[in-house]
């Protein structure tokens, strides 16, 4: 049996379940009975079914779960919450074996699932494909092991470095990327748990910062605002999605909503990191930072970043903001006549 092969096929179908299942990973099973898959599934949204239970739910004939091994992205869970343990219901269907990709290093797991499905007699293979295990729950695991989100920054940038104009004639984005690229940009916005911007973004643009061009929930929407410049009639602030509001201002008459919420930092230490922090309090697991400049440079320059995903449009200003500077190696794909650009953070 190809270990190897039914961990890929996990992987697979767990990407079905990512941005829906926060602030559960989103895990992916395969049931494999005489090499053949007779049941899989993936995690269901928050306080629904564990991926090991759709997995199960999907067997027909449960009398084969007995000779059979159990496939999963991310140990077992071994206590409760919403739901009941997934190790026990492994062990109530007495499955021969269990292969799990990654360890999880919640502390309410953290190796006490695998305890459990050996102490009831089942063998337990870990660390198949453990690196692209970890890797796909990289937002959970960011979160347990740096009590942080996972921060992907994002930009669209001209062939000569310019993310925007010196000015222009009206409120709102000039796309530099083209339209697939555009929607890219949207899928990611679906995956991911939040979206940062800063005042000066919000004031040239007055961006919605939601996602139009694919199916999906809208990320919490996130503004730096110093000093509260941005205009109450912007669209960021028009309640629609929950926001929030990081600030140095101290306004009495400044009252969070349930859509609109009000944090203060102290913008002249650290603002990457006080947010970071401010985020970790609301449970946010992941975050896209979509500009402006200055914003984007200050979570390099403090190096809390994980990934930089630059969109190259094919088109020049000659004058303009220019863009960050990242000094890190890039993978280089191509959409059309756009390049992007992949970074990451080790």
């Known amino acids: 049996m190809k270990h190897e092969f039914y961990i890929k096929r996990c992987l697979q179908i767990a990407n079905n379940g990512i941005g829906t299942t926060r602030p ?24 629904e079914n564990h991926a090991e239970v759709n997995a199960i739910n999907a067997v027909e ?21 919403k739901t009941p343990p997934c190790a026990d219901l492994i062990v109530k269907h007495q499955l021969k074996q269990v292969v799990i990709g990654c360890l999880d290093s919640n502390s309410l797991v953290a190796g006490k699932g695998v305890s ?29 092991e740096n009590k942080r989100p996972y921060i992907i920054l994002k930009w669209a940038e001209t062939k000569d470095g310019f993310v925007a104009p010196i ?15 555009q929607q890219l940009v949207h899928k990611l916005r679906s ?18 910062l939601n996602i139009r061009s694919w199916s ?8 730096l605002d110093n000093t509260l410049r941005i205009p109450k009639n912007s669209n960021i602030l028009d309640g629609s999605v929950k926001t ?25 230490k650290n603002i990457a990191k006080q947010v970071c922090e401010v985020l970790s309090k609301y449970q946010i697991q992941s975050l896209i930072i979509e500009g402006g400049t200055q914003t984007l440079q200050t979570f390099i320059d403090e190096k809390l970043w994980d990934e930089a995903i630059v969109f190259v449009g094919n ?28 970074y990451t953070n080790d």
């Open 24 to 47: 559960n990973p989103s895990v992916g099973a395969v049931i494999v009975y005489q090499n053949k898959i007779i049941g899989e599934g993936f995690t269901s949204p928050h306080g």
């Open 61 to 81: 004939n449960k009398s084969l779960l007995k000779e059979a091994t159990i496939f999963v992205t991310l140990e077992p869970c071994s206590h409760f919450g």
């Open 116 to 144: 459990h499905l050996e102490n009831a007699g089942i063998n337990v293979i870990v660390g198949v494909l453990e690196k692209e295990c970890r890797m796909h729950h990289k937002r959970f695991f960011k979160v347990q």
């Open 167 to 181: 000015s222009k004639n009206e409120n709102k984005p000039i796309f530099i990327s083209n339209t697939y690229s």
């Open 191 to 208: 995956a991911e748990h939040a979206i940062l911007v800063g005042t000066k973004t919000v004031l040239a643009d007055n961006p919605k």
């Open 216 to 223: 999906g929930e809208n990320p919490v929407r996130v503004v």
């Open 244 to 268: 929030i509001v990081i600030t140095a201002a101290k306004d009495k008459n400044i009252v969070s909503s349930k859509n609109l919420i009000f944090e203060e930092i102290d913008f002249s």
């Open 315 to 342: 088109t020049s200003f000659v004058k303009g903001v220019k863009s960050p500077i990242i000094t890190k190696e890039f993978k280089e794909e191509f959409i059309e006549n756009d390049i992007l650009k992949r």
